[in-house]
C-alpha cells in the first residue's frame, strides 16, 4: 500500500540533515514530502497517522552485512524470510554476502537475487558479488556484469582472499566498475580449524584456538594494499584491539578504509562458550573484554564506520553438535537495535551516533539510497521505540533459523514500524494504534 | 571425610566438575574394590543387572577394556559400540545416535569421542549418566584419578609433592586432567615441553609452566611423560622426533636430577625411545603398569558411585 503516511510527534533523528527535535513526518507517493514541526500540517482527509510520541522516527537502518542463504540452503533462510526480519529488526535495505549455493559470483545469482527480493517486498537487498569465481581464490570474478546485474560490492566473505596478488587486482579492477571490496580478514595458517578465541578458555575447554592475529596479519596487508592501489577497501566484522588500531592508523593516513563491527563483539566476550554454547561459535570468534572495550571507544571515535550484523542464520542441525563440529555464526537482524540501544541507554553512544552507524555511514559507503530524511528521497523510515521491553524468544523470531545467543535475554527498544519506500513493511502488533 | 558426604554427581565430565572431596572418595572406594581385582573369583553382584554402553568413537584398547572389565567385574552387563560399527558413519550425528542408545535404558553410557565437548553434549541431550572417556582435548578424567590413585599408593599423600608433567601438553587430556586433579589435591605441577605444545593459559589450569626438563624434574616426585603422538608433525609443531627425544625425552639424567625415590609414570601407549628411554619404562622406578591396574578399579568406583552407591 502506497500511501499517504502522517508521523506525528516522533523525536526524528536526522544526522544527515543536522536534525534531533520533535517533528512530524509526512510521506506522499512513497517520498517523504514534508518534516516540519508538529500541528502545522493541515488534517489528512485520507491515508495512515501514527502517533509517535516517545518514539524516534530515523532514516530506515541499512544491514551492510547479512546472510540470506538463497540460493542454496532455503531451509536456513529465504531471500523472503531474511528480509521480512530484517524489516522487523528496523533495516529497510541489506547487503547480502555471495557464499550462496552457488556462490554468487555472476550476473544470473546477482539477478535472481534482487528478482526474489522484488517479489518479497520487504527490504532492499544489495546483493554482494564474490570477489573471486567461485570463492576459491584463483581468479576473478566478472566484476562488470556482476556490477550491472546491481551488485553494489565483491567479497570472498567466509573466507579471505589468500592470494595477495589476486586481492591486488581485485582492487585495481573493482575501481573500474565502482564496487567496494570488502575483506574477510583472516589469515587461514593461524586460523586453521579453531573453534573459539585462541587463549586460556580455549585451552580449558580443549578447543583450538584462532588468535587475534590471525586478523590482524590480515587487515594489515588489506590496508596496505589499499594504501598500496589507492582504492577503497571495507574491513568486515573487526573482532580485535590490534585490528582497529591498524585501521585508526590508515585512516589517519589517509587511506580509504572503512570497517564495521557486529553488535555480538560489543556485547559478549569468549566467555559466551563456555560449556561449548555452539549457539556462541562464529568467526572471528567472540573476543576478550579488552577487545569488547576497543570496539567500544572505536564506534565513539569514528574507526568504526558501520555497525553491520553479520547475520548468519543456520538450522538446528548445524548447531546440535560436537562445538568444533558446528557451523560459525548466528542471526542478528532481530537483535541488533535492542543491543545497540544498550550502548545508549549506557552512554557510550549518543543516539545520533547510533543513527550514523546504522544507517547514514553503510548508505555512503555502500552508495545507495538511505541513510536521511531528506524531503524527496524515498520514504526508508525505521520507527523505533527506545523503551519497549520484551524477552527474546525463539517463538518471536521472524528468521527461519534461531541460532542466537540472546535467547531468552530481556531486551529493551526496539523498532515497531519499519517504512521501505512508503510501504509499511512491519509493524509491531499491539504497539500503537493509528 | 564428612560423615555426611555423597557422591552426587550424575555424570563424570571432568575433573574441573568434581571437588576435592568427590576426588577423595573415587579413591577410597577404588581402594576398597582394587581387592576384588586381586581375588580367584574376580567379581561381586554389585550392579547385577544394570546395563553400560561402552560408546568408543576413537580406537582405544586400553581404556575401553579397562572399563570394560570394570563394569564385568561388578557383574554389570556392557556393550560395546565403535565408530565403525555406530550410525554415525550412515550420516546420523551424534545427538541422535546417543538418544537411540538412551531410548533402550541403558545406566550409563561411557564416551570416547575425538571432540573437545562432546560428553557434557551427550550428557544434555540424554537422561542417562555419561561417563566422559575421554573427549579430544579437554579432559580424560578416569585417566586423571588412576593416576591420583597411582601417586597416592606410591606416596602415601598427595598434598605437598612436585608433579613434573613432559611432553604434548596442549594436545593432551591426560595432562588437563592430570593438572587440574592434582593441583585440587594440593600438589604442585610443572609442565615442560617444546613452547609449540605448551598452550595458552595452562597455567590456569593450576600448572607452572617451565622452559627446560632438567628445572621441571628437580626436586620432582614424580615424572610423567606424555605420548607424542607422530601424526602431529604435520602441523610444524617439532622438526623431527630424534631431537624431541635429545631435548625433552625422559631418560635417566633427566630422573637423575629429581628425588631419588621419584616414580616414573606414562599413560601409555609408550613411543619407546621417543618420550621414555625403554630402560626406565621397565626399571625399577615405573609405575605404570601399576597404573593399568588401578585403571581397573578406579573405573569400578566410577561406575559405582554415578550408579547411586554409596
Same mark, same amino acid.
Given at each position: 500500500?502506497?500511501?499517504?503516511?502522517?508521523?506525528?510527534?516522533?523525536?526524528?533523528?536526522?544526522?544527515?540533515?543536522?536534525?534531533?527535535?520533535?517533528?512530524?513526518?509526512?510521506?506522499?507517493?512513497?517520498?517523504?514530502?514534508?518534516?516540519?514541526?508538529?500541528?502545522?500540517?493541515?488534517?489528512?482527509?485520507?491515508?495512515?497517522?501514527?502517533?509517535?510520541?516517545?518514539?524516534?522516527?530515523?532514516?530506515?537502518?541499512?544491514?551492510?552485512?547479512?546472510?540470506?542463504?538463497?540460493?542454496?540452503?532455503?531451509?536456513?533462510?529465504?531471500?523472503?524470510?531474511?528480509?521480512?526480519?530484517?524489516?522487523?529488526?528496523?533495516?529497510?535495505?541489506?547487503?547480502?554476502?555471495?557464499?550462496?549455493?552457488?556462490?554468487?559470483?555472476?550476473?544470473?545469482?546477482?539477478?535472481?537475487?534482487?528478482?526474489?527480493?522484488?517479489?518479497?517486498?520487504?527490504?532492499?537487498?544489495?546483493?554482494?558479488?564474490?570477489?573471486?569465481?567461485?570463492?576459491?581464490?584463483?581468479?576473478?570474478?566478472?566484476?562488470?556484469?556482476?556490477?550491472?546485474?546491481?551488485?553494489?560490492?565483491?567479497?570472498?566473505?567466509?573466507?579471505?582472499?589468500?592470494?595477495?596478488?589476486?586481492?591486488?587486482?581485485?582492487?585495481?579492477?573493482?575501481?573500474?566498475?565502482?564496487?567496494?571490496?570488502?575483506?574477510?580478514?583472516?589469515?587461514?595458517?593461524?586460523?586453521?580449524?579453531?573453534?573459539?578465541?585462541?587463549?586460556?578458555?580455549?585451552?580449558?575447554?580443549?578447543?583450538?584456538?584462532?588468535?587475534?592475529?590471525?586478523?590482524?596479519?590480515?587487515?594489515?596487508?588489506?590496508?596496505?594494499?589499499?594504501?598500496?592501489?589507492?582504492?577503497?577497501?571495507?574491513?568486515?566484522?573487526?573482532?580485535?584491539?590490534?585490528?582497529?588500531?591498524?585501521?585508526?592508523?590508515?585512516?589517519?593516513?589517509?587511506?580509504?578504509?572503512?570497517?564495521?563491527?557486529?553488535?555480538?563483539?560489543?556485547?559478549?566476550?569468549?566467555?559466551?562458550?563456555?560449556?561449548?554454547?555452539?549457539?556462541?561459535?562464529?568467526?572471528?570468534?567472540?573476543?576478550?573484554?579488552?577487545?569488547?572495550?576497543?570496539?567500544?571507544?572505536?564506534?565513539?571515535?569514528?574507526?568504526?564506520?558501520?555497525?553491520?550484523?553479520?547475520?548468519?542464520?543456520?538450522?538446528?542441525?548445524?548447531?546440535?553438535?560436537?562445538?568444533?563440529?558446528?557451523?560459525?555464526?548466528?542471526?542478528?537482524?532481530?537483535?541488533?537495535?535492542?543491543?545497540?540501544?544498550?550502548?545508549?541507554?549506557?552512554?557510550?553512544?549518543?543516539?545520533?551516533?547510533?543513527?550514523?552507524?546504522?544507517?547514514?555511514?553503510?548508505?555512503?559507503?555502500?552508495?545507495?539510497?538511505?541513510?536521511?530524511?531528506?524531503?524527496?528521497?524515498?520514504?526508508?523510515?525505521?520507527?523505533?521505540?527506545?523503551?519497549?521491553?520484551?524477552?527474546?524468544?525463539?517463538?518471536?523470531?521472524?528468521?527461519?533459523?534461531?541460532?542466537?545467543?540472546?535467547?531468552?535475554?530481556?531486551?529493551?527498544?526496539?523498532?515497531?514500524?519499519?517504512?521501505?519506500?512508503?510501504?509499511?513493511?512491519?509493524?509491531?502488533?499491539?504497539?500503537?494504534?493509528? | 571425610?564428612?560423615?555426611?558426604?555423597?557422591?552426587?554427581?550424575?555424570?563424570?565430565?571432568?575433573?574441573?566438575?568434581?571437588?576435592?572431596?568427590?576426588?577423595?572418595?573415587?579413591?577410597?572406594?577404588?581402594?576398597?574394590?582394587?581387592? $576384588?581385582?586381586?581375588?580367584?573369583?574376580?567379581?561381586?553382584?554389585?550392579?547385577?543387572?544394570?546395563?553400560?554402553?561402552?560408546?568408543?568413537?576413537?580406537?582405544?584398547?586400553?581404556?575401553?577394556?579397562?572399563?570394560?572389565?570394570?563394569?564385568?567385574?561388578?557383574?554389570?552387563?556392557?556393550?560395546?559400540?565403535?565408530?565403525?560399527?555406530?550410525?554415525?558413519?550412515?550420516?546420523?550425528?551424534?545427538?541422535?545416535?546417543?538418544?537411540?542408545?538412551?531410548?533402550?535404558?541403558?545406566?550409563?553410557?561411557?564416551?570416547?569421542?575425538?571432540?573437545?565437548?562432546?560428553?557434557?553434549?551427550?550428557?544434555?541431550?540424554?537422561?542417562?549418566?555419561?561417563?566422559?572417556?575421554?573427549?579430544?582435548?579437554?579432559?580424560?578424567?578416569?585417566?586423571?584419578?588412576?593416576?591420583?590413585?597411582?601417586?597416592?599408593?606410591?606416596?602415601?599423600? $598427595?598434598?605437598?609433592?612436585?608433579?613434573? $608433567?613432559?611432553?604434548?601438553?596442549?594436545?593432551?587430556?591426560?595432562?588437563?586432567?592430570?593438572?587440574?586433579?592434582?593441583?585440587?589435591?594440593?600438589?604442585?605441577?610443572?609442565?615442560?615441553?617444546?613452547?609449540?605444545?605448551?598452550?595458552?593459559?595452562?597455567?590456569?589450569?593450576?600448572?607452572?609452566?617451565?622452559?627446560?626438563?632438567?628445572?621441571?624434574?628437580?626436586?620432582?616426585?614424580?615424572?610423567?611423560?606424555?605420548?607424542?603422538?607422530?601424526?602431529?608433525?604435520?602441523?610444524?609443531?617439532?622438526?623431527?622426533?630424534?631431537?624431541?627425544?635429545?631435548?625433552?625425552?625422559?631418560?635417566?639424567?633427566?630422573?637423575?636430577?629429581?628425588?631419588?625415590?621419584?616414580?616414573?609414570?606414562?599413560?601409555?601407549?609408550?613411543?619407546?625411545?621417543?618420550?621414555?628411554?625403554?630402560?626406565?619404562?621397565?626399571?625399577?622406578?615405573?609405575?605404570?603398569?601399576?597404573?593399568?591396574?588401578?585403571?581397573?578399579?578406579?573405573?569400578?568406583?566410577?561406575?559405582?558411585?554415578?550408579?547411586?552407591?554409596?
Amino acid at each position: 500500500m502506497v500511501g499517504r503516511i502522517h508521523l506525528k510527534n516522533g523525536r526524528v533523528i536526522d544526522p544527515a540533515n543536522g536534525i534531533d527535535q520533535i517533528l512530524d513526518v509526512l510521506i506522499e507517493d512513497g517520498k517523504i514530502s514534508a518534516v516540519v514541526q508538529p500541528d502545522t500540517l493541515p488534517e489528512q482527509p485520507d491515508g495512515i497517522v501514527y502517533d509517535l510520541q516517545g518514539k524516534w522516527v530515523v532514516p530506515g537502518l541499512i544491514d551492510m552485512h547479512v546472510h540470506l542463504r538463497e540460493p542454496g540452503q532455503e531451509y536456513k533462510e529465504t531471500i523472503a524470510t531474511g528480509t521480512r526480519a530484517a524489516a522487523a529488526g528496523g533495516f529497510t535495505a541489506v547487503a547480502c554476502m555471495p557464499n550462496t549455493k552457488p556462490v554468487n559470483d555472476n550476473q544470473t545469482v546477482t539477478v535472481f537475487i534482487i528478482a526474489k527480493a522484488a517479489e518479497a517486498g520487504f527490504a532492499r537487498v544489495y546483493p554482494v558479488g564474490a570477489i573471486s569465481s567461485g570463492s576459491t581464490g584463483e581468479h576473478l570474478a566478472e566484476f562488470g556484469e556482476l556490477r550491472q546485474a546491481g551488485a553494489v560490492g565483491v567479497t570472498d566473505d567466509g573466507l579471505p582472499v589468500g592470494n595477495s596478488q589476486l586481492m591486488r587486482r581485485a582492487l585495481e579492477y573493482a575501481g573500474d566498475h565502482d564496487l567496494l571490496v570488502i575483506s574477510h580478514a583472516e589469515e587461514l595458517s593461524l586460523s586453521q580449524s579453531g573453534a573459539m578465541n585462541d587463549g586460556p578458555l580455549a585451552t580449558r575447554l580443549g578447543l583450538r584456538g584462532i588468535p587475534h592475529v590471525a586478523e590482524e596479519i590480515m587487515v594489515y596487508r588489506d590496508l596496505a594494499l589499499a594504501e598500496f592501489t589507492g582504492r577503497p577497501i571495507h574491513i568486515a566484522h573487526v573482532s580485535t584491539r590490534e585490528s582497529l588500531a591498524l585501521i585508526r592508523r590508515a585512516k589517519k593516513k589517509g587511506v580509504a578504509v572503512t570497517a564495521e563491527t557486529a553488535p555480538h563483539y560489543f556485547t559478549l566476550t569468549e566467555k559466551a562458550v563456555d560449556g561449548y554454547n555452539t549457539l556462541a561459535k562464529m568467526n572471528p570468534p567472540l573476543r576478550t573484554e579488552a577487545d569488547v572495550a576497543a570496539i567500544l571507544e572505536a564506534l565513539r571515535d569514528g574507526t568504526l564506520d558501520a555497525i553491520a550484523t553479520d547475520h548468519a542464520p543456520h538450522g538446528e542441525l548445524d548447531k546440535d553438535m560436537e562445538f568444533d563440529l558446528a557451523a560459525n555464526g548466528i542471526i542478528g537482524l532481530e537483535t541488533a537495535v535492542p543491543l545497540t540501544l544498550r550502548l545508549v541507554r549506557e552512554n557510550r553512544l549518543d543516539a545520533r551516533r547510533m543513527v550514523e552507524l546504522l544507517s547514514v555511514n553503510p548508505a555512503r559507503i555502500l552508495g545507495v539510497v538511505g541513510g536521511t530524511l531528506s524531503v524527496g528521497v524515498p520514504a526508508d523510515i525505521a520507527v523505533i521505540d527506545p523503551e519497549k521491553k520484551f524477552v527474546f524468544t525463539a517463538e518471536s523470531i521472524l528468521s527461519k533459523s534461531r541460532n542466537s545467543p540472546f535467547l531468552g535475554w530481556e531486551m529493551q527498544g526496539k523498532a515497531v514500524l519499519t517504512i521501505m519506500d512508503g510501504k509499511i513493511t512491519w509493524r509491531q502488533e499491539g504497539d500503537f494504534s493509528s | 571425610m564428612d560423615p555426611e558426604y555423597r557422591f552426587s554427581h550424575k555424570h563424570v565430565l571432568g575433573l574441573a566438575d568434581l571437588s576435592s572431596e568427590d576426588i577423595q572418595a573415587v579413591l577410597q572406594t577404588a581402594e576398597s574394590f582394587k581387592e $576384588i581385582s586381586a581375588r580367584s573369583i574376580k567379581k561381586v553382584p554389585t550392579l547385577r543387572g544394570k546395563t553400560i554402553i561402552n560408546f568408543f568413537f576413537e580406537p582405544s584398547t586400553r581404556t575401553r577394556l579397562s572399563f570394560e572389565v570394570a563394569a564385568k567385574r561388578m557383574s554389570a552387563d556392557t556393550f560395546n559400540i565403535s565408530n565403525s560399527g555406530s550410525s554415525t558413519v550412515k550420516g546420523e550425528t551424534l545427538i541422535d545416535t546417543a538418544r537411540n542408545l538412551a531410548a533402550m535404558n541403558p545406566d550409563c553410557i561411557i564416551l570416547r569421542h575425538p571432540r573437545s565437548g562432546a560428553a557434557r553434549l551427550l550428557a544434555d541431550h540424554v537422561d542417562v549418566s555419561v561417563i566422559n572417556a575421554g573427549d579430544g582435548t579437554h579432559e580424560h578424567p578416569s585417566q586423571g584419578l588412576l593416576d591420583l590413585m597411582t601417586v597416592r599408593q606410591a606416596k602415601g599423600e $598427595i598434598a605437598g609433592l612436585k608433579i613434573a $608433567i613432559i611432553g604434548d601438553i596442549a594436545h593432551s587430556r591426560v595432562a588437563h586432567s592430570n593438572i587440574i586433579g592434582f593441583s585440587k589435591m594440593g600438589a604442585s605441577v610443572t609442565v615442560c615441553g617444546p613452547a609449540t605444545l605448551i598452550p595458552p593459559g595452562i597455567e590456569a589450569l593450576g600448572a607452572q609452566v617451565s622452559r627446560s626438563v632438567m628445572e621441571a624434574v628437580d626436586g620432582a616426585d614424580v615424572i610423567m611423560a606424555l605420548r607424542i603422538q607422530k601424526e602431529r608433525q604435520q602441523d610444524p609443531l617439532f622438526p623431527s622426533l630424534r631431537e624431541y627425544a635429545k631435548f625433552f625425552g625422559v631418560s635417566q639424567k633427566v630422573v637423575d636430577a629429581a628425588k631419588p625415590e621419584v616414580i616414573i609414570m606414562h599413560p601409555g601407549p609408550i613411543n619407546r625411545g621417543v618420550e621414555l628411554d625403554p630402560k626406565l619404562a621397565d626399571g625399577r622406578r615405573s609405575v605404570i603398569l601399576e597404573q593399568v591396574t588401578n585403571g581397573v578399579a578406579v573405573r569400578m568406583a566410577l561406575i559405582y558411585l554415578i550408579m547411586g552407591g554409596d
